[in-house]
Each structure stands twice: as C-alpha cells, then as structure tokens.
C-alpha cells in the first residue's frame, strides 16, 4: 500500500515530502495538504466500514468514541494510532431548526452544532489531529495566532499532551470566553498590536525561526481532522447526502477540508453524489466573496470588520483550498451584514440553541441564498454552528439590550461606531420592584 505524504495545494510537478517534514508551504511559498492512499477502499470494504463505524459509535474506547478518530480509515497519515490526544471530541449534535426554518423560507432547516465540542468549538476536531501529530513529531511547544477558538483548543489540546503553548491574538479584538480558556489553559498569551492577520504573518515568522510547531489551519494535519465533521454528518444521516452545506468562512480551513471530505468519500464509494458547499463571510471581512462575484482567483486581502470576530479576517490563508471546495461541489460564497448577522442569531436562539455569531452567518446566509432563489425551500440544509453562545456572551447581551455596536465596545477606537439595529429581535431584560403582584401583572400582560 503506498504511504500518506504531503505535497504543495494543487501541485502537478510530483513534489512530495514527508509527513513528519516540519514544514509548512513548498519551497516557493504553496501551502501544503495530505495526500491519504485510499485505493485499497472498493464497494465492498466501503460498505462493511459503514457498519464498523457503526460499532464503534456504540464502543467507550476513547479511540473509537471520538467522532474524529472513529473515521480513522480517512486518516491513514496518522497511523499507528498510539498515543492519540484526544478529549473525545466530534459526536455533535444535528437539531431540527422549525423557526430558523420559517425564518429563512425553508420547509425545513438542521443545524450541526461543533459548539457542543470540548472547548466549545469545531477547532477541536482538528486540533486532536494537529496535537497528535505533533507528539508523534517529538514538539514540545507549539504556537498559533487566532480570532480566539483556535488558542482554546490549542492550548487545552497542548495541556492535555503536556506540551506548552504560545497564543498569538490581537489585541481586544476577541471575546472573553475564548480568552479566559486559553488563559485557564495555561498558554503563554501574546497580545499583537494590530489584526489577526498581522498576528498570522508574525506567527509563521516566529515558528519559522525556532523550534515551535505550528497549529493553525495552515497544518494540514488540522484539516485532516475538520474533515470527519462532514464524514460524522453523513454517518449521522445515515449516509444520505443533504442538498447544501452552508457554513461560515474566516480564514477559509473549514469548508477547505469539507471539500476534500467529500473528494475523498466520492473517490471511495462511501456516497455517490456530493452536497453543494455555501460558504458565507461577513461584508465586512469578505475576501473570498469578492472573488468569487468579481470572478478573479487572485487573493485582495482586505482591511477586516465585524462583532463576528471569530471571522474577522482579511487575508485568509486557505483561499486557494476554498476555491477546490467551491468547484468541487459546485458551491457558492455569499456574503451578509451585521444586521443579518445579529438578527439570525437571535432566531436560532429562539429555537433553543446558542451559537456565536460567526456561526450565525450560515442562517443568515441560507435566508439570503433562499430568497434569491439559489437554494430551493425544499433542499435538504444543513447549517454548521461553528461555536457556542457562551464564547462571546457580550454579543448577546449587547444585542438584547440594543447596544450592540460594529465596534467592541470596550475597546471603540475605529472609526464608523456604528450601531447594529436589532429592533423588533431583541429580548431586553427589564427592571421591577421586587413586588409579586406587580411582577405577576407583568407576567401575565406581557406573556399571552
Ligand atoms: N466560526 C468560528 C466560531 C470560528 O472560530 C472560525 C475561525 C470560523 C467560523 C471560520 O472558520 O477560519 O476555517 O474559515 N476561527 C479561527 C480562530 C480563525 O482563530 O479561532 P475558518
């Protein structure tokens, strides 16, 4: 059987380089990807690993109740499987969305919410991956620079390993709970005075030069790992496959290792048909959107903006990845504004789950891709929460309150202040007198 290697995105000169090289571009600058050997999968094995993944689903072997390493047969770069890092992460719920539904025009609407992951995020389903690898390779720190839920996960996954971690994050522009895990966690947290993809550039720049292993999706050992969330929700659907995936876009790792998911299971025979991918990113920080409706490949970072700050970034490094994933399933990108943003959210909360808004995107994204007639109110849609409400509880007090502004408040130093309508959405709280019957009054005028 040939062996798992790694060669530069896209590449057609036969460059290859071992997994255990640490290194993450080619020579002239292509970042890289795993190539899995997945010829010894025919219709028939394909068809008895359905049921092994079955079996294991049922097992309490970590190795088999997580949801990343219960598909390990789609992760043959990782094999023997000693001393894997793992919480157990994946197994995340799908939630039937009936007023997300109503909301966006569908028939009917499910969420897949990676928020209900260890750290709160779908992070974690690359970082067992990234961490493993980065035992196996012998590292003893590690580094990445993040908009908050990638220096969680790093930093719980690295302690979990014993390894210690370096956070590189820009300064007050990520939210508390995702800074109070990775201070918890006990990462060495550097503030950078600028963006995250300043922070990114400078990230690369410090593991270049020391010995420090690199975690951020840029590792294709991390999107090794985010592949399975799509594998978990096909096995999840008993391997039916939905007509949309839509799912937020930042730095662009996610939906690049769901395209290579779906590569990989169609090359395979585990489905015969792939769901079309939408990525949908904030107008403010919409590169790939730009791209995609100007119909120019080349990447123009831009200057970032949004409360989303999970994805506020401008110069994403997984842009030529995405592109594969748009081609691949035919997908789209769009792109939806604060307003857009806040409002979804809320109605996703209204149905009982709690997203951040990064994650909210996707609904509001289905809304828009509906009403232009993109996505038919009778698709089978899947939304990916990307992660959970408690990550950034300011948003959600803010927005109830109606004081959530484009800038975060507790830093307001850009200019355009700009406040984010929430009217008519907002579920403010409201101040009494603690007197029963006047409360009780309330209660019964204001619930009918
Ligand atoms: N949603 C959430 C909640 C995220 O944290 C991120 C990325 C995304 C969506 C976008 O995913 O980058 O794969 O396109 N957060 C990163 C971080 C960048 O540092 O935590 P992507």
Avoid at 47 to 70: E, M, N, T, Y
Avoid at 83 to 90: K, N, Q, R
Avoid at 222 to 234: P, S
């Amino acid at each position: 059987m040939e062996k798992a290697y790694l060669r530069p995105f896209g590449d057609k000169r036969n460059i290859r380089y071992p997994l255990d090289d640490i290194r993450y571009r080619s020579d002239d600058g292509a970042i890289l990807e795993v190539v899995n050997p997945l010829d010894r999968f025919t219709p028939q094995t394909s068809a008895a690993l359905k049921k092994v993944f079955d079996d294991r689903a049922g097992s309490w072997q970590p190795i088999d109740r997580s949801g990343v390493w219960r598909y390990r047969e789609f992760l043959p770069a990782f094999a023997p499987y000693e001393d894997i890092v793992t919480m157990p992460e994946g197994n995340t719920p799908l939630y039937d969305m009936p007023r997300c539904a109503q909301y966006t025009g569908m028939r009917r609407l499910t969420v897949k919410h990676q928020g209900c992951n260890p750290t709160g995020s779908f992070k974690d389903n690359g970082m067992t991956t990234a961490v493993t690898m980065a035992k196996k390779i012998g590292a003893r720190m590690v580094a990445c620079a993040s908009t908050g839920n990638t220096s969680a996960s790093m930093a719980a996954y690295a302690a979990r390993a014993g390894m210690r971690s370096v956070v590189f994050i820009p300064e007050g522009q990520i939210a508390y709970g995702k800074l109070s895990q990775a201070l918890d966690y006990g990462a060495l947290t550097i503030q950078i005075k600028g963006d995250f993809d300043k922070a990114m550039a400078i990230v690369e720049e410090v593991c270049q030069k020391a010995e420090i292993y690199l975690l951020n999706s840029i590792n294709p050992f991390r999107i090794e790992g985010q592949k399975t969330i799509m594998i978990e929700l096909l096995h999840q659907l008993g391997w039916e496959v939905p007509d949309w995936i839509i799912v937020p876009g930042g730095n662009l790792g996610n939906n690049s290792a769901f395209g290579k998911a779906f590569a990989e299971m169609k090359d395979s025979g585990f489905i015969d048909r792939v769901p079309r991918v939408a990525i949908i990113q904030a107008e403010g920080a919409n590169p790939l959107y730009l791209s995609y409706t100007g119909n120019d490949r080349t990447l123009k970072p831009v200057d970032a903006h949004t409360r989303a700050t999970a994805i506020k970034i401008g110069n994403p490094v997984s842009f030529d990845k995405s592109w594969f994933t748009i081609d691949y399933t035919d997908g789209c990108v769009e792109q939806v504004s604060e307003e857009e943003i806040a409002r979804a959210k809320s109605r996703i909360g209204i149905d009982g789950i709690g997203s951040e808004p990064a994650s909210a995107a996707t609904v509001a994204g289905c809304k828009k891709l509906v009403a232009q007639g993109t996505i038919n109110p009778s698709d089978n849609v899947v939304c990916i929460l990307t992660g959970h409400l408690l990550k950034d509880p300011d948003y959600t007090v803010e927005f109830h309150r109606d004081e959530l502004y484009l800038d975060v408040k507790r830093t307001s130093t850009v200019s355009g202040h700009r406040k984010i309508p929430t009217e008519g959405y907002k579920n403010s709280p409201v101040k009494m007198a603690a007197d029963a019957d006047a409360i009780l009054a309330y209660i019964q005028k204001t619930i009918t």
